[in-house]
């Protein structure tokens, strides 16, 4: 039940909303409990919003990596097999350590 | 009791300039270029216009206060020119400055207009104003419009009991509808469709609005030429007249901000000024007799709640349409069919004429099939200025 | 009988730990590794020495009527205003009467304990039954520098009353020198200090005992007599010998709180007094001394009502009421001693109206509002107009103070647009115990302290400060009531 596919997006592309965008620095893997944790470093700029300009860097984690980058979708990107993470213990150290590694990013979320 | 203004003014003519970041325009270079298309419509020339308003926001760039800076621009003959202000419904208060002024007899033919020039603050954002108040300048939170309406989303799903997970899923709906809308429409700021997916990726700008739940800052402007429907009959013999069948405004009473009575879950005025516009219109089902929708959707949350303060949807029923797709294009009453303020754009003072044109235009079939609303005899228009605890809305609605 | 009637203490929640300061200046000063231990309290970035004046007073004030103040005066170093009395906004703050003394004390170390004797005669001349001292400091040392570390900000608060005394005022003895270990010129943001051998061996271990043994031969006691010795100096070694000297147990020697909050200047006697008063029985005589440029020493008797008092760990619970500040930097914009960029917005310009001010000082430093005659409905900000709308009356209305009633949070933020250098920006709306609502700014606390129907209390803030015009202009924000530590 925990098990789905996430697609990857494309690095360095830039998403583009009419407040500002985000795009994906990155994709890496932390080793967890002898688990092996997918996490997408990313990071928004917000400078054409209504109200006020900004950015940030957040880090997304889909899961625990059941299977990496097999297969892809039509439009050519990659999809892995991943199982969400519901332990919030298990959360909690993950964040811990991410935000160690990246210091100041604004928020760690998971799927 | 009054009688109201259903039927006794329509409109002659319509321009709109292509929103974005016109850092190539000046404020005079989009007000003639909204002027130009708006006359050309309208087949009138410049001194059959008999009183003009304007409005417009912010002070500190654009066209700064009073009327003479727009009346030089456009070289108006001496006629009555009034700027005016009321946050986001500056436009649709302009417009009802010149629809009150032709159906009281005062003049034939006026003109409303609305304009905002933003690009030249140097930043993202707008600057501050002192909208409650100098007390409130001086003690108040510095707090953003993200922010406020963040708060809505709490109250909402505190309410209704709806998970936030479900109402973020709404609300990416909500963005990813405006996206689809937008990306047709060549004179909105943004016209790119996105993957709900894309949008779901998003960071939390204010919890629970993310980065695509906001609406931008553009420059544009928007303009609107009204008279009876007598005198549109010899211009225009044998065109399509849209009338102007409701216009309403309701301010906060400041009950809201400082009362304990209102729950945060809904926006009061937006419940009052509908109602007064159906009954003023003789509509008694709008869920049923209007045909679209652009309304005030500077965030998601703002786009949502709406729907069940307009009485299109019944309380807490709203996440549901929106998923069943009832507000999209071809759903049951498409709402920001050309965008919304989150593709077109919102220069300010003139997005209540832009919604207004975008009706004008769907109602006289002017749109290509892409993008048109069938059958479509009844458009609603919706500002919301200010933050759920404190504001001004305005509803309009136009029909064949 | 005139002494000691209250205390309040006041630790701002942020600490620094000692070697994150060395982590990030040690480089330049290795020797700092020597002062090292142990953390000092901070203040957030919208306190300073008059709000944390405010909290000590507010702190030692409960269950108090403000109205039966007559004087507050209050005493810092580090006070925000050179011309402005910033009493007389601590008094607003308080909620104190307008027919009142006050008084601003600086200038020494030892304004606290001045400000003290002063109360103390105020009341005993019979000029008026109730003063308040509220002290508080935040001084600067150079980055990597010795007072950098030994420096920590505090407030601490006495109320000294005619009646209902729980420490018996029994005399006291100072004395004054222009010995200058320390100092800071009139446009001085930093202190400057002369050699640490000399403040020690001739600052501290010779004025102390001086004092001390001038107020034994006075009033004819001994220092053995004291339960408790309460005096501030962060060098141990000199602790010892002036305890040796004057035959002081180490038991009976007041804790300075050098490695928990720091050397709180004007404010630290004061702060240890209340600390010591948490902890003595009726009968005990206590010995106060405070060093600056000379010393006061002041003798008071523990009397029965101690018991009565409630609530008597005040100090304990601010410092047990604690967060990390795990970074310099922040410490560093946060006290103006290095220049962050706040973007083109942060550059516009913004102008302080003081007759505006003057209009709405009750609402503003007293968080005053009205309350209608005809309905009962309580409101904020002050109204001529009922906000009721089944109400409406014109001019019905009664004044209320509303900063001890406390609310409830009705919604709230965590904003990262809004102009900041705390960010995010959290805020939302509070609804006030006994009616009306308003949007306030959080403080002192996460977005996962909040949740909507969470009981809040209002603290005393810096709202902004106008380097342009050197404008320090202070508001109320919500707190968030935590759990009791225990």
Redo the contacts between chains.
């Keep these: 039940m925990n098990k789905f596919e996430h697609v990857h997006q494309k690095i360095g592309e830039e998403v583009r909303s009419i407040a500002g965008y985000y795009t994906v620095l990155e994709e890496d893997v932390l080793e967890y409990n002898g688990r092996r944790v997918l996490y997408e470093v990313k990071m928004a700029v917000?400078e054409t919003?209504c109200?006020?300009?900004?950015g940030?860097g957040f880090i997304f984690v889909p899961g625990y990596i059941l299977s990496l980058k097999d297969r892809q979708t039509p439009n050519g990107l990659w999809v892995s097999e991943v199982e969400r993470i519901v332990e919030e213990s298990e959360k909690k150290d993950i964040e811990k350590e991410l935000r160690r590694i990246y210091p100041h990013f604004?928020e760690v979320s998971f799927a | 009791m009054a009688e109201g203004i259903k039927d006794k003014v329509v409109i002659l003519g319509m321009g709109c300039t292509k929103f974005g970041e016109r850092f190539e325009a000046d404020s005079s270079d989009l007000l003639v270029e909204a002027f130009k298309e708006c006359l050309e419509d309208a087949q009138i020339e410049k001194k059959d216009i008999q009183a003009a308003w304007l409005g417009s926001h912010i002070d500190e760039v654009n066209i700064g206060k009073g009327g003479t800076y727009v009346s030089s621009v456009l070289h108006l003959p001496m006629i009555p020119v009034t700027r005016c202000e009321n946050f986001c419904a500056s436009g649709t208060e302009s417009f009802r400055g010149a629809v009150y002024a032709v159906a009281s007899g005062a003049c034939d033919i006026a003109l409303a207009m609305g304009v905002e020039k933003l690009k030249d603050?140097?930043?993202g954002?707008l600057?501050?104003s002192p909208a409650f108040g100098?007390?409130m300048?001086?003690?108040?939170?510095?707090?953003?419009a993200?922010?406020?309406f963040?708060?809505l989303a709490?109250?909402y799903s505190?309410r209704t009991g709806i998970p936030m997970e479900k109402i973020k899923e709404a609300m990416t709906h909500v963005s990813w509808k405006s996206h689809q809308n937008g990306a047709k429409n060549p004179k909105a700021h943004l016209r790119k469709a996105i993957s709900k997916e894309q949008i779901a990726g998003a960071p939390?700008?204010?919890?629970p609005l993310g980065l695509f739940d906001c609406c931008g800052v553009s420059d544009g402007a928007a303009m609107a030429i009204v008279t009876t429907p007598e005198i549109f009959r010899k211009i225009k013999p044998n065109e399509e007249m849209v009338k102007v069948k409701a216009l309403q405004i309701a301010v906060s009473?400041?009950?809201e901000?400082?009362?304990?009575k209102w729950d945060?879950s809904y926006v009061a005025t937006t419940r009052l000024a509908s109602q007064r516009a159906y009954q003023e219109a003789g509509i008694k089902d709008p869920r049923k007799e209007i045909s679209m929708m652009e309304v005030h959707d500077c965030f998601s949350i703002t786009e949502l709640v709406t729907m069940e303060d307009l009485h299109i949807s019944p309380e807490g029923g709203a996440v549901d349409d929106v998923l069943n797709g009832f507000f999209d294009l071809d759903g049951g009453v498409p709402c920001q069919v050309d965008g919304g303020l989150k593709c077109f754009g919102h220069p300010i003072g003139a997005s209540g004429l832009r919604m207004i044109y975008e009706m004008y235009n769907q109602l006289l079939r002017r749109w290509p099939e892409d993008r048109l609303v069938k059958n479509a005899e009844l458009g609603l228009t919706h500002n919301l200025g200010g933050v759920p605890?404190n504001n001004v809305c305005s509803v309009a609605i136009l029909g064949l | 009988m005139v002494g000691i009637s209250s205390y309040g203490g006041y630790v701002p929640r942020y600490r620094l730990n000692k070697m994150i300061i060395f982590g990030a200046m040690g480089w330049l000063n290795p020797a700092l590794i020597m002062n090292a231990r142990g953390e000092k309290a901070v203040c957030n970035f919208d306190e300073d020495s008059l709000t944390m004046a405010v909290a000590a007073g507010i702190n030692c004030l409960k269950g108090f009527d403000r109205q039966s103040l007559d004087a507050v005066y209050f005493a810092s170093t580090t006070a925000p205003y050179k011309e402005r009395q910033n009493s007389g906004i601590v008094a607003g703050a308080l909620c104190a009467r307008d027919d009142i003394r006050s008084a601003d004390f600086g200038g020494s170390l030892k304004a606290g304990t001045s400000a003290l004797l002063s109360a103390i005669e105020f009341v005993s001349a019979g000029s008026g039954s109730n003063a308040i001292v509220c002290a508080g400091d935040s001084r600067l040392g150079k980055m990597g520098s010795v007072q950098e570390m030994f420096f920590g900000d505090a407030g601490a608060a006495m109320l000294v009353s005619d009646t209902d005394v729980i420490a018996e005022y029994k005399g006291s003895y100072s004395v004054t020198h222009d010995f200058v270990d320390h100092m800071r010129g009139a446009w001085s943001k930093f202190d400057r200090q002369w050699e640490e051998r000399w403040i020690r061996d001739f600052g501290y271990a010779q004025f102390i005992p001086q004092a001390i043994e001038g107020l034994c031969n006075k009033y004819g006691v001994a220092p053995g007599d004291f339960a408790k010795v309460v005096y501030p100096c962060y060098y141990g070694g000199a602790r010892k010998s002036i305890g040796a000297k004057l035959g002081i147990e180490p038991e009976k020697v007041q804790d300075d709180m050098v490695t928990t909050v720091g050397d709180s200047g004007a404010t630290h006697a004061l702060l240890m007094l209340a600390k010591a008063l948490e902890e003595v029985n009726p009968g005990d005589k206590i010995l106060l001394v405070s060093y600056g440029n000379g010393c006061d020493a002041i003798y008071f008797e523990v009397t029965d009502n101690i018991t009565k008092l409630q609530d008597r760990a005040r100090v304990s619970k601010s410092l047990a009421r604690r967060a990390e500040l795990d970074n310099y930097q922040k410490y560093l914009v946060w006290r103006d001693m290095a220049p962050a960029d706040t973007?083109?917005?942060g550059e516009?310009d913004?102008v302080?109206?003081w007759s505006?001010?003057w209009r709405?000082h009750k609402?503003?430093l007293g968080l005053e509002g009205t309350v209608c005659r005809k309905c009962g409905?309580q409101?904020?900000?002050p109204?001529r107009i009922c906000?009721?709308?089944d109400c409406g009356a014109i001019d019905e209305m009664d004044r209320v103070y509303i900063a001890d009633k406390g609310g409830t949070i009705?919604?709230?933020?965590?904003?990262?647009?809004?102009?900041?250098i705390n960010?995010?920006?959290i805020?939302?709306?509070v609804?006030f115990n006994g009616?009306?609502?308003?949007?306030?700014?959080f403080t002192d606390c996460t977005?996962e302290d909040l949740a909507?129907g969470k009981p809040v209390e209002f603290s005393f803030r810096i709202?902004?400060y106008d380097p342009k015009r050197d404008i320090t202009?202070y508001?109320w924000k919500a707190v968030p009531v935590m759990e009791e530590v225990s």
Excluded at chain 2, 204 to 207: C, F, G, K, P, S
Excluded at chain 2, 257 to 260: E, F, L, V, W
Excluded at chain 3, 410 to 420: E, G, I, K, P, Q
């Design positions: 917000v919003s109200c006020g300009s900004g940030l604004y | 603050t140097g930043y954002g600057p501050n100098q007390l300048v001086m003690i108040g939170p510095n707090a953003t993200p922010g406020m963040a708060q709490t109250g505190a939390m700008i204010a919890y009473s400041g009950e901000a400082g009362y304990t945060g605890t | 973007g083109l917005r516009e913004f302080t109206r505006l001010e709405a609402a503003i409905t409101q904020w900000p109204q906000v009721n709308p009705f919604t709230f933020t965590s904003d990262l647009l809004a102009a900041s960010p995010p920006a805020y939302g709306n609804n009616g009306g609502r308003t949007l306030m700014d977005l909507v709202k902004y202009f508001f």
